[in-house]
């Protein structure tokens, strides 16, 4: 088991006593990850997944069935490293008469803080998520947006070495996602592992430099970010390809399709537009903007594309779904 990991687990499963009818698998099945140290790691699924059982069991507030991990080094449901974790539940209730203050301060306390040095940590992390305005103010005058902001602030007041979010931005406008996500990358950068789960792909996709994907309780795939990408495009040699839209001026590139060289696929045709998988060389774009010039295509444009996590989640999703229930969707 890798020592260097905030969060390793070696074939975890967890069946609950009272299963759904119908279910034949474990809600989580056999899953052995390796967390990268300092990483933003993004956790995916449809729902029933496992997700939200993946991390009871990591915070220790459920009990494996079978395999095992460590959180920080220590076996998962240890005391001592639950006080260096942070977690941003979904949901979270608020004792509404606290003042932001108190209530991050009490979290600070909680996990492990004197109290004196849990109000001092508590003004720097509740102005850092913008609510420096409403230091004083009870909860109950606080917008969904701006509970969402404390709730961060709570989890990170004690400085965790690893911060659990459950879908962080839930409910926050788009300038103050914009800030949690800025806010997240600049934990990075000091050393945190920020472990989170949402059903944004777009936000996840922005934010995070790992990801796992689960699907019926199993992984489905798991690596960096851009890999598990290309992964969904086209195998495993995806990785080796670029895919390009070319737009012309009013000419018909029909006619040069097959034409182009290194031409691997293409895709939607439609004469004046059409996108072309070339293999990704160094000179690739160069040569296929020779190649269109000397067919006389006059060029509107000559765009790399990348694949949205979108696209690729759904796709290996569907793949999975075929390969595990023979097609039929649940
Ligand atoms: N306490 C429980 N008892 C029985 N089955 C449970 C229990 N908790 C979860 N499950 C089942 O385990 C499976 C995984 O659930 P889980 O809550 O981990 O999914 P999830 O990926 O978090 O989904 P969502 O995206 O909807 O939050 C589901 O089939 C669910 O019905
Ligand atoms: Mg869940």
Not at 183 to 197: A, H, P, S, Y
Not at 226 to 246: F, I, Q, W
Request: charged content about 25%.
């Amino acid at each position: 088991m890798s020592d260097s990991s905030p969060i390793s687990v070696r074939h975890l499963t967890k069946i609950f006593p009272g299963q759904p009818q119908g279910r034949r698998w474990p809600a989580l099945d056999d899953l052995t990850i390796d967390v990268p140290r300092a990483s933003i790691f993004g956790l995916l699924g449809p729902n029933g997944a496992g997700k939200t059982t993946l991390v009871k069991l990591l915070l220790g507030l459920a009990r494996p069935s079978g395999g095992s991990g460590t959180l920080l080094g220590a076996p998962l449901g240890a005391v001592a490293a639950r006080r260096k974790v942070g977690f941003l539940p979904e949901g979270q209730s608020f004792p509404e008469y606290m003042t932001a203050r108190q209530f991050v301060a009490q979290g600070a306390a909680l996990s492990g803080l004197g109290r004196r040095e849990a109000r001092e940590r508590a003004v720097p992390w509740i102005e850092k998520v913008g609510l420096s305005g409403v230091l004083d103010q009870p909860i109950r005058t606080f917008s969904k947006g701006m509970k969402q902001r404390l709730g961060l602030a709570a989890a990170l007041a004690h400085e965790p070495e690893l911060l659990f979010l459950d879908e962080p931005t839930d409910g926050v406008d788009p300038g103050g996602r914009r800030e949690i996500r800025d806010l997240v990358v600049g934990l990075r950068e000091k050393g945190i592992t920020v472990f989170v789960n949402s059903h944004l792909l777009g936000e996840i996709d922005q934010m995070c430099d790992h990801i796992a994907i689960l699907n019926l309780g199993r992984l489905v795939t798991e690596g960096p970010t851009s890999e598990v990408k290309t992964k969904a495009l086209g195998g495993a040699s995806a990785r080796d390809r670029v895919r390009y839209l070319v737009s012309s001026v009013g000419d018909d590139m029909r006619p040069f399709l097959a034409q182009i060289p290194g031409l691997i696929d293409r895709v939607d045709p439609t004469g004046t537009s059409l996108e072309v998988m070339l293999p990704a060389t160094d000179n690739a774009a160069s040569e296929l903007i020779d190649f269109l010039r000397a067919a006389e295509i006059r060029l509107r444009t000559v765009q790399p594309l990348e694949a949205s996590l979108e696209d690729s989640f759904i796709a290996l999703i569907q793949a999975d779904n075929r390969q595990r229930l023979g097609g039929s969707p649940q």
